[in-house]
C-alpha cells in the first residue's frame, strides 16, 4: 500500500500537524501547497535523531509544490516541471511498471477569471497527455489544490481535465468529440460533496456575498486514470477534519479553522499494492 497526503497550509507553520498526520496515518508520500517550512526544517521533525532517517525531499522546479518521500529521490524523478506542477516517474518495488505522479496547484479566481482557468486546465491537460505518450503509458494520479470545484468546465470539459464522477464512465477509457479521442480521468472526490455523517460536505468553504455562493467547495481533488483503477478504493480516500490533536474545523458550521491551522483540509487517499 502506498499512502499520499496533500494539504494546501495556507502558508501557515503547520509542522506539529503535519508530524502529526504522517505518523497517524503512516503517509509514504507526503505533498505540500503554499508551504513556507524550510524543507531542513520539516525534514528534522520527520526524520527524529532518536530513529534512522526515512522521510526525503524531493527537489524540483516546481515553486508551488513540496514533496516528501519515505523513500529516495532515485525513485521519483522528475519528467516535467512549470511553476504550477510538477510530474514525476514513480518507480517503486513491489510495483510492475513506473507510475506518472502528477501534483499541482493551479490559478485561482483571486488572480485570473473563469475563462481563464478552464483554459489554463486544458493546457495543463494537453500537458498531461504529451507525457503520456512520451512514457508509452498512463498510470497517472493527479492531486493538488485544483483551484475548481469537480463540476467545473475545466474540470469535466474533454479537452480539459475530463474528469468523470463514476468508474463505469472511465473504465471506458476515452471519448471521441469531432474524430479526437480524449482520456478520462476517474474523480471520486464527487461523492465528498454534501452532509455525510461525520465526514465534512467539502474540502474548502467560502462564504461570499455573491447571488450564487456554494458555500462548501472541493478544491482540492486526487483524479485516477482508468490504468490505475484496479489499485484504487473509494474507502481509502478521506477529506480529514482532525490531525491526531486537534479538530481542523471551527464555528457553527464546521468550516476549515483557518486562524489556527488552513482555509484547506487535508486530503488522504492510497494505491494499494
Known sequence: M???????????????????????????ILILAECEISPANLLRVL??????????YLRG?????????????????????????TMRCLTLPGFDGEILLVAA???????ADQKTLDAEASEFAREIRRIETERGHSRTILVGDLNMNPFADGMVAASGLHGVMTKEIAKRETRTIQTRGYPFFY?????HFGDRPDKPPGSYYYRGADHVCYFWNIFDQVLIRPALLDYWDDEDLQILVHDGVSSLLVGRVDAPNKKQFSDHLPILFCLNF
Open 2 to 28: 502506498l499512502t499520499f497526503l496533500f494539504w494546501n497550509l495556507n502558508r501557515k507553520d503547520l509542522t506539529v500537524s503535519i508530524d502529526s498526520l504522517v505518523n497517524i496515518h503512516n503517509i509514504d
Open 61 to 85: 522546479e516546481c515553486e508551488k509544490i513540496q514533496i516528501f518521500t519515505r523513500f529516495p529521490d532515485i525513485f521519483s524523478r522528475p519528467i516535467f516541471e512549470s511553476s504550477r506542477f
Open 105 to 111: 496547484h493551479l490559478l485561482s479566481l483571486t488572480n
Open 47 to 56: 526524520n527524529p535523531s532518536d530513529r534512522e532517517a526515512q522521510f526525503h
Open 187 to 191: 474523480n471520486p472526490m464527487w461523492r
